[in-house]
């Protein structure tokens, strides 16, 4: 596997050199544009809006327009000239409880990996961070943008996140609204949390929708018919026969 990033976790004055490694990977089902008359791919060219010649990706440069039509080109050199050392090391800014940072601020996930000569520095800050149940949140910057990072020990090394800022995460269009519900429909409900509370075990669950896509891509392929199956809705109005129908469903006597 490629590593992703290289750099090093700067605790205090102790340096520990490590990769970053994706911790995930896309499994979806691509397809391929095709032209619906004859099935051939449709393929994209980049072409100069001048003179109308294609370009290739050697040709070019990054620019950023200043003014209507008016830019300035920036090269690799010049991103690179933009970063000091502290921009280059993963610098631990504090260190915090995992729950204080919300869900929607996660982004992407990392594998750490330290490098030669940090292994021990490596397992001293994960130990700790692991005792003391504690998350470290850091920066650096990665390509060209700055990241903000969530350091994640675990029992076999450190995950990191990239953390969205404040100012990329959005409001909600507007609030739910909170209307008054029974201490009768509220009991029946904890009740059937508690029925259907177990631990989350990932190896569990699949995607299933993708793999009805493969069903119907292979019988495409072999020149079958696919049928989507049928399938009853039960609709409930009322919310209190909606729960008692859940707990009975879960098992749960009533």
């Known amino acids: ?15 520990i050199p490590v990769g ?16 619906k008359e004859d099935g051939s791919r449709v393929k994209y060219k980049k072409v100069c809006a001048s003179c109308g010649k294609e370009v290739g990706a050697g040709d070019i440069v990054k620019g950023f327009e200043y003014e209507p039509g008016k830019f300035v080109t920036m090269t690799d050199d010049d991103f690179e000239k933009a970063k000091s050392e502290k921009d280059k090391t993963i610098h631990i800014l504090h260190f915090t409880d995992l729950p204080n940072i919300r869900p929607i601020y996660f982004d992407k996930t990392y594998h750490a990996i330290p490098e030669q000569g ?20 850091a920066k650096t910057v990665m390509g060209t943008k700055e990241k903000l ?3 994640i020990p675990t029992d076999n090394g450190i995950l990191i996140e990239t953390l969205l800022f404040a100012d990329e995460v959005k409001d909600a269009p507007k609030e739910a609204s909170h209307p008054d519900v029974s201490d009768a429909e509220l009991q029946m409900a904890k009740t059937l949390i508690g029925a259907m509370v177990k631990n989350f075990e990932p190896e569990q669950y699949k995607d299933e929708y993708r793999e ?11 020149g079958k018919e696919v049928v989507a199956p049928q399938e009853t809705v039960v609709s409930v109005i009322d919310l209190m026969e909606a729960l008692k129908q859940s707990l009975s469903q879960a098992g749960v006597s009533q």
Do not use: P
């Open 1 to 15: 596997m490629a590593v992703s990033h290289r750099g090093a976790i700067s605790f205090g004055m102790v340096h």
């Open 20 to 35: 970053l490694y994706t911790a995930t990977q896309d499994n979806d089902i691509h397809f391929n544009q095709l032209c």
């Open 118 to 137: 940090g292994d021990k520095a490596f397992e001293l800050l994960r130990r700790a961070m692991k005792d003391e149940n504690k998350i470290a949140v």
């Open 149 to 151: 990072l969530a350091l």
């Open 212 to 222: 009805k896509l493969w069903e119907i891509i292979n019988g495409k392929i072999q």
